[in-house]
Structures are given as structure tokens and as C-alpha cells.
């Protein structure tokens, strides 16, 4: 054998060998090390699941009517696997499906969509669920439409029509609550795993788990309380042979329904306050603004908030624009999608009421109030109230540059007097060091606003909500820093587009640019005086001004604002009572609550809140309403109309804001709406306060749950509080000081 053959032969041998161990290193890893998980996978193959969704549970207002249920209908689904096996895709499928339910193809094809795959529409129009659930295109399908697709299966594989339990927002007594209730949509992928991984680390199984069917909450009460109100799917574990075909029934569980949330809404508090919300709108539209040679109000947004002084419970809570909660049912559509989401609607997809950020304008002084007596100003003490103050040769001006001459502090709050207060913040940061104050100086003014709560999240139990913003010294200097190189290149470049329609606003925005660029983050007299009446970049939600009112209201307790009450089983039996703890107090006495509450009843009695209780018919000698007025000026924009008020002053049952963008006075057009809101509260009829039929019931906010029977029904609860005629005169208690005649219904700070 030549030496050539020896080496293909050694070679061969090799080869061989090789082979023979790559086959005993692929058994061993097979039957040893991955066992396991080919035991799984062989008995999952041998196995299926059929998931049974489980009714998600009622959201309640605080009668027990509902603001979201769950009702029957013909749900239209494509299995995206069928749509796969197509030639091309599925297209020609979904446009047949398309036109037996009447909708556009497109909408049709974008709810197909995999979310984040390529071509696919931004959530949620398209689909975010599992590739491997049915996909649901209607859940509107009429029974003849049901009967195209299923008589006619060839022509429509992969197609189902059954009836499936959907949720539905039946707006009892017209109430949307849109902002409040939020949309469900498809878990994802993601999602489950993340579930997954936090019950393992919990130690918990079965009771949180989400299946690939399941629907969660998105946004509002839907998603904060989700795992509530989802219940647990059931599910029914089938043993397959190799064809397909079911041998046996390995386990079942039947679903568990979700537990139903008991909310701090009124049905009928939530209709009114969104009727005189819209009211407060188009009272605007058709007011001329006096500051811009009376062109019509735009009035583009605004929000009301109902609070319960005592526990932060929301009574009514509503936003401008909204929309219909529905929409999202079954998948919302691009039309529907766009129209709520866009700028030129104005967004109305987002909650102005604790979303939107506004300056809050002179109903401020009610923290700046406080401030000021810890900086050393008495509340019993005389101040002139000229139409203008000077500050650094700047001429800062009352609202409708009126003035007053030497008045009572109870008098400045009544005629919202700004020169006043700009008195106290600009001496007070001159005692402060002016320009040369410490860093970290301890300015009573900012101080007493973050006491207040504002500048962060109230805690509501929303998802979404806004911090507003406390424009202090740290805050300045945090912002010079962000910009500084966008204001310098201003100032050299100026703004020449803006020039060419606008000349005075580009000189204004070039001196602004010049200023931040050296040395914005100075906080300057002007800021401090700003400020003190609520102007200037500080900014507060509606719900927070609510919530400042409140503290106000209920002797300085600081409430946590939320909407949950309470869960309950649908048989009725008590989960849990949602009771948020108190978030501490303001640093105020009790005297200067006390002087505070009564300037504010003199707001109404004798001041810029007068004119719209009077127009109203309002009986403010039998429930005396503390309230305070509030124009906030914008630049480039039309003022901000506030209106902040609680009631009855000697005993506060509720705190009630309302907030228009670009909307005028505070008097003029938020405060009629604000009036008339009282009287659904106290169940107002002329001068004849009757609280029995009030909303809610009793003249204060419900404190007993519905209750819910066995059988799922819900019993409105009875007030559990004195009737009517044994309920106190709200008018008693706390006596008015003696006003003077002057009655201003025109409107104001």
C-alpha cells in the first residue's frame, strides 16, 4: 500500500471518527441536557388551550350607576395566521371582510396591523396583541352579516363572527367622563412577560396572570385599576392525538369575573358639570375680549373640577374638548383616531382638568395670601392699592390698570387688588438680598407654594397627570441652563421670520432672547412679584387649584384627590375601601385659614365674584359660597379665565374650579357656570334651598356604597345623613363683615 492510500485511509478514519462522535455528543446533549424541555414541548404538543375571557367588572359612580359595563355583540375576527397563507397576504380576505361589515378597507387592514411591524399604524389603531390570537375588526356585526361569513366559510377562512361579552361606556344621565374612564386594548407580548417575571418574583400564580387574550386597561380608571376589574380567564386544557383530534379534557377552570370599582363620581354632578363647562365655552365665543378690540373669545379649552374638601374624593371631574369614550370600542378607527388627537381639534384626547398646565392668575392669592403674613404683612393692617407699581422703573399694572387708593386687606382680596401684592413679594425680596440673595434662600412665597402641594403630582389615581411648575430661583437657573445656547444664538440672529407679520412681538422676543442669554437665571424683583398673583412661568392644574381650595376649606389639611371608593366582588361582598392618606398640612394658623375663609365669602358677597351668584339668583345668605376670581394674562394669547370657590363657608362640603384657556374673566365666563353648578350641588329652585334634591343627596358628597346584590344588581344606597329639614341653615356660623355697597360684576384679577 502506497504511502498515498495510507493517508486517505488515516483521513477516512478521521472523518469517520469525527462523525460518530458528533452523533453520540448530539444524543447525549439530547436525552441528557434538553431533556427537559423536549418533555415539555412533546407534551405541549399533545396538548391545547381553550381560553375562556372573563367578564371585566363594572366601574360605579357613587350610586352604583354605571359609567363602564360590558354588553353582548357579534365580534368579527381574522386569524392573522389564515391571512398569511395568502397568496398575497391577506389583502383581498380583509377588503371581502371589509365590505360585508361596511367599513373602509384601509381601517380594516391598519386593525391587522402588528404594532411596530413595518407599514403599521401607531397605536392603538393597529393590532397589540399576540401574532397568534384572532384579531378583532368589529365588534358591530349584525346577525346578516354573521351569516355571509359563516355560510360561506371558502370564501372567508379564518373569519369568525361570535358573540363576545365587549366593553361599553353607557354615559348614564349624559355624563361622558371620557378623560376619567380611559379604553381597553390587546395585551402585548412584552407585557406578558413582564407579568410573568414579577409574579415569579412575588411567588404569585394563577390570580394575576394575563393570557394572550385578555384585554387590559390603557389609560384612566381602566388601567389604574385594572387588576380589578380584569377577572381571570378560564381555561380548559385538551389532550390531541397526532391528527388534531381531542382525546380527553386534562383540567378546567372556570372564569372569575372582575370585581367592580365603586368610584367617588355622581352621574348627575359629572352631566352638569360638563353641561356648564361647554356653557363657560361658548359663553366665551360669543363675549368680545376687551383687551383685543373686542375680537371674540377663542375659548379652545378648559376644564372643572368637584372636590370633596374632606377626602380628596373627585365628584365630577370633566375636560373641553372631549369625546365620545366609545370610540375605542372594538378598535378605533383613523378617522376617529386622527380627530381626537390632533391639533387642530385641539387635542381633545388629553385633560386639560389634570393635564393641562395654566397660570393660575389671581386665584393664587390664596397661597400668597398665607405667604405673606409669614413674611411679616398683618391681615388687619391698611396697604394703598394704586393702579401701578414700580419696580426697577417698570410700571406694573393692576388688571384694567383701576385703582383703589388705601384699602383693607380683606378689601384688596375682595377687588383682587395686584399692586398690593406686588408690595409684599418685591419688599420681601429686597429683604432677601435682591439679585445678591443666597442660593438657597428660603423665599416665603415659593415656600408656601410647594407647602401647598403644587409643583408636583397631586396623587391622583390617574394615570398621566401633570406636575405643574414652581418657578423659584433653582428652577430659573435649571431652565438659563437648558437654553442659554438657543437664546444666545437669538440674540444674534434675532427672530426676522417672525418680523415680517409681527414687528412688535420680534423686538419683544429679541430683548427676551438678550436678557436669558447673559443672565437668565438672575431671579429678578419682577419674577418675585409675578409670582405672588399667580403670573410669570409658574403654572398649576385645575386639580390642583382644587386641591389648594380644599386645604383652604377644610382648616389646612392637604387631601390626596382620587376616584376610586372602593371594590367589590359581583356578589356584593366588600374587596377593599380606597381611602388615600392625607398628604399633611399647610404651614398656616388656623387664625389666617380662618381671615382667609371669610375674605373669600367676601369675594361673593361684596366683590369680583358677586356678579355671577347674583345674575344666577344665587341664595348666597342660605349657602354662603367662598370664591375667588382669577384673569390670567398670556402673551400672544387672550387671558385665562378662572373661577376657584368652596362651600358652604362654616361648613365646606365641596371645592369646585373652573378653568377656560383664552377665555376672558374669571367672573364673566367661568363663574355663571360655576353658579349654576352650585345649585345641582345644593339643589338650588329659585331662592328655596331643598338638599333632598340635591346631587348627591343631603347637600354633601355620598358616603355609603351601593349596594350589589347576589345577582350582580346594583341598589342605589339611600342618604344615610338627616333629612332636608334637619339639616342645619347652611348660612349659619360664620357671620360677613359689613360691605360696603360697591358691587363689581365686571370681572377682574
Given amino acids: 500500500m502506497s504511502e498515498r492510500s495510507r493517508l486517505r485511509l488515516v483521513v477516512l478514519q478521521i472523518l469517520v471518527l469525527s462523525l460518530l462522535g458528533t452523533l453520540l455528543g448530539r444524543m447525549w446533549y439530547l436525552q441528557v441536557v434538553a431533556a427537559d424541555n423536549y ?27 354605571p359609567l363602564a359595563r360590558n354588553r353582548t355583540a357579534l365580534v368579527v375576527s381574522i386569524s392573522r395566521t389564515a391571512m398569511l397563507r395568502q397568496p398575497d397576504g391577506g389583502r383581498a380576505l380583509v377588503a371581502k371582510v371589509a365590505k360585508v361589515i361596511g367599513e373602509p378597507v384601509q381601517d380594516v387592514w391598519d386593525k391587522t396591523r402588528l404594532c411596530g411591524s413595518d407599514g403599521a399604524p401607531p397605536a392603538p389603531r393597529c393590532f397589540n396583541g399576540s401574532p397568534y390570537q384572532p384579531i378583532p375588526v368589529t365588534d358591530e356585526a349584525s346577525t346578516a352579516m354573521a351569516l355571509q361569513i359563516m ?153 372643572v373640577v368637584v372636590m370633596d374638601v374632606r377626602t380628596g374624593g373627585i365628584v365630577a371631574m370633566a375636560s373641553y374638548p372631549s369625546y365620545d369614550p366609545n370610540i375605542w370600542v372594538g378598535g378605533i378607527s383613523s378617522k376617529d383616531y386622527k380627530s381626537i388627537t390632533s391639533k387642530k381639534n385641539n387635542y381633545p384626547n388629553q385633560s386639560r382638568a389634570f393635564q393641562g398646565e395654566f397660570a393660575p392668575a389671581s386665584t393664587f392669592k390664596a397661597v400668597s395670601l398665607p405667604a405673606a403674613v409669614k413674611a411679616g404683612y398683618s391681615v388687619h393692617a391698611s396697604y394703598d392699592c394704586p393702579s401701578v407699581y414700580s419696580i426697577g422703573g417698570a410700571p406694573k399694572r393692576n388688571y384694567e390698570s383701576q385703582g383703589y ?110 436678557e436669558n442669554c447673559v443672565d437668565g437665571y438672575a431671579y429678578r424683583g419682577g419674577d418675585a412679584a409675578n409670582f405672588a398673583i399667580g403670573q410669570g412661568d409658574t403654572t398649576t392644574t385645575p386639580l390642583q387649584m382644587a386641591r389648594v381650595y380644599a386645604a383652604v376649606a377644610n382648616g389646612g389639611t392637604l387631601v390626596t384627590p382620587h376616584i376610586g371608593r372602593a371594590v367589590v366582588t359581583p356578589e356584593g361582598e366588600l374587596v377593599r375601601t380606597i381611602d388615600p392618606a392625607p398628604a399633611g398640612k399647610i404651614p398656616v394658623s388656623q387664625a389666617t385659614l380662618a381671615w382667609l375663609r371669610h375674605a373669600l365669602r367676601g369675594v361673593t358677597e361684596g366683590g369680583t365674584g358677586y356678579g355671577p351668584f347674583f345674575r344666577a339668583g344665587f341664595p348666597i345668605d342660605k349657602v354662603p359660597v367662598a370664591s ?122
Fill in 39 to 65: 418533555k415539555t414541548a412533546a407534551a405541549e404538543n399533545g396538548t391545547r388551550e381553550i381560553v375562556t375571557p372573563a367578564a371585566r367588572g363594572m366601574i360605579l359612580d357613587s350610586r352604583g350607576r
Fill in 151 to 303: 355560510e360561506r366559510r371558502e370564501d372567508f377562512p379564518g373569519v369568525t363572527a361570535e358573540l363576545t361579552a365587549v366593553r361599553e361606556y353607557p354615559q348614564p344621565l349624559g355624563a361622558n367622563a371620557a378623560h376619567e374612564l380611559g379604553y381597553l386594548g390587546p395585551v402585548t407580548d412584552d407585557e406578558l412577560a413582564a407579568r410573568a417575571a414579577e409574579n415569579a418574583k412575588r411567588g404569585e400564580h394563577n390570580e394575576t396572570v394575563l393570557q394572550r387574550t385578555d384585554l387590559i386597561g390603557r389609560t384612566g380608571l381602566e388601567a389604574e385599576y385594572d387588576d380589578d376589574l380584569r377577572g381571570t380567564p378560564g381555561v380548559k386544557t385538551l389532550a390531541v392525538d397526532h391528527q388534531g383530534g381531542v382525546s380527553g379534557v386534562l383540567s378546567e377552570t372556570a372564569p372569575k369575573p372582575g370585581n367592580y370599582l365603586v368610584t367617588t363620581i355622581d352621574a348627575d354632578v359629572q352631566a352638569e358639570a360638563e353641561k356648564q363647562l361647554k356653557a363657560a365655552i361658548m359663553r366665551a365665543r360669543h363675549t368680545g375680549d376687551i383687551n383685543k378690540g373686542y375680537a371674540k373669545l377663542k375659548a379652545d379649552s378648559g376644564a
Fill in 405 to 514: 387708593g388705601l384699602i383693607s386687606m380683606h378689601r384688596a382680596i375682595q377687588v383682587s387688588c395686584d399692586t398690593v401684592f406686588y408690595k409684599f413679594a418685591y419688599e420681601t425680596w429686597l429683604k432677601m438680598g435682591g439679585l445678591k440673595a443666597k442660593k438657597n434662600a428660603k423665599d416665603p412665597f415659593t415656600e408656601m407654594a410647594k407647602a401647598y402641594g403644587l409643583g408636583q403630582r397631586t396623587g391622583l389615581d390617574l394615570p398621566g397627570e401633570s406636575d405643574g411648575r414652581i418657578a423659584d430661583r433653582a428652577w430659573k437657573r435649571a431652565y438659563w441652563k437648558a437654553t442659554k445656547d438657543f437664546y444666545c444664538a437669538k440674540a444674534k440672529t434675532g427672530y426676522p421670520e417672525v418680523a415680517k407679520t409681527d414687528p412688535q412681538r420680534a423686538a419683544y422676543l429679541l430683548q427676551l432672547s438678550e
Fill in 628 to 749: 375667588k376670581t382669577g384673569t390670567g394674562e398670556v402673551y400672544g394669547k387672550q387671558t385665562t379665565s378662572w373661577f376657584a370657590t368652596f362651600a358652604p363657608v362654616n361648613n365646606p362640603q365641596y371645592a369646585v374650579v373652573m378653568m377656560v384657556s383664552q377665555g376672558g374673566t374669571g367672573s364673566g365666563i367661568s363663574g355663571p357656570s360655576v353658579a349654576e353648578l352650585y345649585k345641582t350641588l345644593f339643589g338650588v329652585k329659585g331662592q328655596k334651598v331643598d338638599l333632598a334634591a340635591a346631587s348627591p343627596p343631603g347637600g354633601h358628597p355620598t358616603t355609603a356604597l351601593p349596594v350589589v346584590r347576589p345577582d350582580g344588581n346594583v341598589v342605589t344606597p339611600e342618604s344615610r345623613r338627616p333629612a332636608a329639614s334637619r339639616v342645619p341653615d347652611l348660612g349659619a356660623g360664620l357671620q360677613a363683615p359689613d360691605l360696603p355697597a360697591y358691587r363689581r360684576e365686571d370681572g377682574g384679577g
